[in-house]
């Protein structure tokens, strides 16, 4: 599985990327992006072909989901400690960690869980420098929620990745650090696949 998640500021032609994104065959989106209000939010996914808005996942404006078709929303980490997904039960829920150790211990409401940064970010200058996760995730014990890398994560690296268990990757710094994105995309795809 191949995950995007949208960069936090609006980028040009970004709903346009979107759509010819899953056109290619992403998987699921999720948008994060913490500086607009509903309004704007509303207007964001409206751009999105409607065909592929049961694969986009919320990162705030969770009361949108109705009038748009979804049913997916994740939850930071701070967010799944103070058990603020609790209320969303008939929703499909992820949420993030950064250590396997933390991951080992999540319950079976999240379908699956970012571990990050498994390399050096590409969009956070500095942020992953000296990670042990892709080492890490061999202790993994927990079958029963699916592990998603996140960081630094190009096509240049992503068959490392799933070669070492993972069950799907999420990228954001190469897709949109990029210019061509949609390349960089299929070459993940192909990458992922060899």
């Given amino acids: 599985m191949i995950i995007v998640i949208t960069p936090e500021e609006m980028m040009k032609n970004e709903t346009e990327l979107i759509n010819e994104l899953f056109q290619e065959g992403l998987n699921l989106l999720h948008i994060r992006k913490p500086f607009i209000n509903s309004e704007e939010m509303a207007d964001f996914i409206q751009k999105i072909d409607s065909e592929f808005?049961?694969?986009?996942?919320l990162h705030s404006h969770y009361d949108l989901a109705k009038d748009f078709n979804i049913s997916r929303f994740h939850f930071r980490e701070i967010d799944r400690?103070?058990?603020l997904y609790k209320s969303f039960a008939d929703k499909t829920i992820s949420t993030s960690v950064h250590d396997i150790e933390t991951f080992n211990e999540l319950n079976e409401d999240w379908e699956y869980a970012f571990i990050s940064p498994v390399f050096p970010s590409i969009s956070k200058k500095g942020y992953g420098e000296?990670?042990?996760i892709l080492n890490d995730i061999k202790k993994r014990t927990h079958s029963n929620v699916k592990?998603?890398?996140?960081g630094g994560i190009n096509e240049n690296n992503i068959h490392e990745v799933f070669?070492?268990?993972v069950d799907g990757v999420a990228l954001l710094g190469a897709i949109w650090e990029s210019d061509e994105p949609l390349n960089v995309f299929k070459k993940c795809r192909q990458n992922a696949l060899s």
Avoid: I
């Avoid at 808005?53 to 996942?57: F, I, N, P």
């Fill in 53 to 57: 808005h049961h694969q986009l996942v």
């Fill in 81 to 83: 400690q103070n058990d």
């Fill in 130 to 132: 000296n990670s042990t």
């Fill in 147 to 150: 592990l998603m890398a996140l």
């Fill in 163 to 165: 070669n070492n268990g």
